[in-house]
C-alpha cells in the first residue's frame, strides 16, 4: 500500500553536496558547473535555504491571459513564408493554411518580401477570418492590408497584427500612427528570434527585447498616446533553445525584465506584451532533418513551461524544404501537450525551483545592464545604426 505519509529524512544542502562528492570520487559539486555563452555559471547543485516560508517565495510569473491558457492553452500559430506571389506558390499556401486550422492551429503567421495585399483573398479562401487571430510582416500598406481582410471577413470584427519593428525609427512613427483604426490588434514586433538566429547570445537578444519595447514606448509618449493602451499593441519573440531550461528560464527572465521597466513607467505589471516562443532555427540540422524532431520538442516544451501566451513552431525538415508532415508534426507536438500532457494547466510550475529562480535571476541581472548600456547610448534605433 501506498502511504500519503513522507518516508524521506530531511535532507540538508550539505547533505547532497556530501553524496555528489562521494559519486566524483572526492571532486566537489562546483567542478560540474559550466560557463555559458555569456559567461554566467550554471551551478550542478544549488542550495535552497530551509528557513525561508511560502510567504517569502517568488511571485508567480503569469501568461498574458491566465485564465484563458488554463482552459484552451496556448496560441498556437502556424508561420507561412511566401517565397514568391506565383498562382502555384499561392494555391499550395492556402492548402497549408487550410490544413493547418483545421489541425489545431488558431492563427497564422504570414511573412513575404513582397506586398501581399492583392493576394490576400487568394491566400485566404475558405478561411473563416473572423476565427482566427493573423500577423503579417511584408512590405505593404496597412490600410490597404486592413481593407482587404475586412472586406473578406464582411461585418464580423477581425485580429490583425503588423510587425513594425522598434529598430527603425519610421516603422515606429508608422505603427503610432496606426493605433487609432479598429481591427488592428497588434502594431509593433520585438523580433528576439531573428535577433538570436543571427548570433546573439541570450544577454544580447533579451537586452535588445526589452530596448525595443522601451523605444516604442518612448516614441509613444512623445507622440501623446497612452502607454497603457499601447502596451496591449506590443509583441516580442523569445528564441526558445533545444536545451528545456534555459527556454524555460529565458521566458520568465522576459517577463521579470518587462515588469522591472513597466514600475518604472508607473505602468501595470499584470498587462504585459504578448509573448511568443518560437524554437531556434539556429539549433537545427540540416544533414539529419530528423534530429530536429527532438530539439524543436524540448524547446517548446521550454515555452509550455516558461508561460508563452503563444508559440510558432518550424517544421523539423525546413531548411531542406519544409514538408506539409513536419508542419502537422509541430502542431500536433504542441496539441499533445496541452491535451493529453496538460502542460497548461498549471502557471509557472517551474516557480520556486532553485535553478530555475536563478537562472532566471542571473539572465534577467545580466540582461538589464545590457538594456542600460543600449539605453545610454541613445536607445536601441541609435544602437541598432552605430
Known amino acids: 500500500m501506498s502511504s500519503d505519509e513522507s518516508v524521506f529524512g530531511a535532507t540538508s544542502h550539505a547533505d547532497w553536496a556530501e553524496m555528489v562528492a562521494k559519486l566524483l570520487g572526492g571532486a566537489p559539486p562546483e567542478s560540474l558547473n559550466r560557463i555559458d555563452e555569456d559567461g554566467l555559471t550554471v551551478s550542478a547543485l544549488y542550495e535552497i535555504d530551509p528557513t525561508v516560508g ?3 517565495l517568488p511571485a508567480p510569473q503569469l501568461p498574458q491571459a491566465p485564465a484563458d491558457r488554463v482552459r484552451y ?10 517565397a514568391d506571389l506565383k498562382q502555384t506558390t499561392l494555391a499550395a499556401a492556402n492548402r497549408s493554411i487550410l490544413a493547418a486550422l483545421e489541425t489545431g492551429a488558431g492563427s497564422l503567421w504570414l511573412s513575404s518580401d513582397e506586398d501581399i495585399t492583392s493576394v490576400l483573398p487568394t491566400l485566404f479562401d475558405q478561411v473563416l477570418l473572423p476565427a482566427i487571430s493573423v500577423t503579417i510582416t511584408a512590405p505593404a500598406a496597412a490600410g490597404d492590408v486592413l481593407d482587404s481582410l475586412q472586406t473578406l471577413a464582411g461585418d464580423e470584427a477581425i485580429s490583425l497584427h503588423l510587425t513594425h519593428s522598434p529598430v527603425c525609427p519610421s516603422a515606429i512613427a508608422t505603427g503610432l500612427g496606426l493605433v487609432d483604426q479598429p481591427g488592428l490588434r497588434g502594431l509593433f514586433m520585438a523580433d528576439g528570434w531573428a535577433l538570436h538566429n543571427q548570433g546573439h547570445t541570450n544577454i544580447a537578444e533579451l537586452a535588445a527585447v526589452l530596448a525595443g519595447v522601451a523605444a516604442v514606448l518612448r516614441a509613444g509618449h512623445a507622440a501623446g498616446h ?3 493602451a499601447l502596451t496591449s499593441r506590443i509583441s516580442l519573440t523569445v528564441a526558445l ?4 531550461f534555459d527556454g524555460i528560464a529565458k521566458l520568465r527572465a522576459t517577463r521579470q525584465l518587462l515588469t522591472s521597466l513597466f514600475a518604472g513607467l508607473a505602468l501595470d505589471p499584470t498587462k504585459l506584451p504578448r ?3 518560437r524554437p531556434s532555427l539556429r539549433m537545427m540540422s540540416l544533414l539529419e532533418s530528423e534530429e530536429n524532431m527532438l530539439r524543436t520538442t ?19 525538415d525546413y531548411l531542406s524544404g519544409e514538408s506539409e508532415a513536419a508542419r502537422r508534426l509541430a502542431r ?3 496539441l499533445m501537450m496541452i491535451e493529453e500532457s496538460g ?13 530555475i529562480e536563478n537562472r532566471t535571476d542571473d539572465l534577467a541581472s545580466a540582461a538589464w545592464k545590457r538594456f542600460q548600456t543600449i539605453e545610454a547610448q541613445g536607445g536601441l534605433p541609435m544602437f541598432a545604426e552605430a
Not at 524540448?298 to 523539423?316: E, P, Q, S
Open 298 to 316: 524540448t524547446a517548446l516544451l521550454g515555452g509550455a513551461i516558461g508561460g508563452a501566451d503563444a508559440m510558432v513552431a518550424l517544421g523539423h
Open 226 to 228: 497612452d502607454l497603457a
Open 73 to 82: 492553452g496556448w496560441d498556437i500559430c502556424q508561420p507561412i513564408f511566401l
Open 241 to 244: 533553445p533545444a536545451d528545456m
Open 275 to 277: 509573448l511568443i516562443g
Open 332 to 334: 500536433m507536438t504542441q
Open 343 to 355: 502542460l497548461a494547466r498549471s502557471l509557472d510550475p517551474a516557480g520556486g525551483s532553485a535553478f
Open 54 to 56: 511560502t510567504e517569502a
